[in-house]
């Protein structure tokens, strides 16, 4: 994972110098902790060292991470996810609208997120990537794993020229993927 996130790292901060300076430093072994025990949640360790690379961009930044969304800091995201694992049973009321083994990563402003699924809802692959869109039942897993969905933003660095970054740009997913899941199905526990 370290050379992943190394190798984005250059990246970034070559092909993408000002959206780099927008990215927040990466978070302690102790902030992360402190902020596991206040959401009563255990991180696995590739988010942990997402997190310890960098801590999402800041507040004022709008330029996209990936596939047109935000990097969240990992308090909002502890936020976010607290916050829309209470609307369930009562705004969210079909099965899998929401989980609450969903950690929104990336954000779109618009409500849609980027959900890193600590325990494989749909698939029963834990750390999957899923998408999550406000106003429709669409749940596609995008990718198995935190570590493939950085391999494939790492390829599209090496592919594409600096000037060809704009406000939107999309990962292609990896072979197999999406694999299109939809709010009202059961989930595998």
Known sequence: MQA??????????SKRADYYI????GLSTDAITALEKTYG???PSDLRALYQWKNGQQADAYD???NNSMFLPLEQALDTAKELTGMIGTDFEMENWWHPAWIPLFDN????????DTTGVFTG??????????ADNDRDTIAPDLTTFLNTINQLYATTDPED???????????????????????KR
Do not use: M, R
Not at 4 to 13: G, P
Not at 22 to 25: G, H, I, K, V
Not at 109 to 116: T, V
């Open 109 to 116: 402003g618009g409500g849609d997120y980027i959900c890193y």
């Open 64 to 66: 996209a991470f990936v």
């Open 41 to 43: 949640i255990t991180l």
């Open 125 to 134: 692959i834990k750390g999957q990537l899923i998408e999550f869109w406000h």
């Open 22 to 25: 927008t990215l927040q430093p």
């Open 4 to 13: 992943l996130l190394n190798k984005l790292d250059q990246y970034i901060s």
């Open 165 to 187: 970054f704009d406000e939107y740009f999309e990962v292609k997913t990896p072979d197999g993927y999406p694999k299109g899941n939809f709010a009202g199905e059961p989930g």
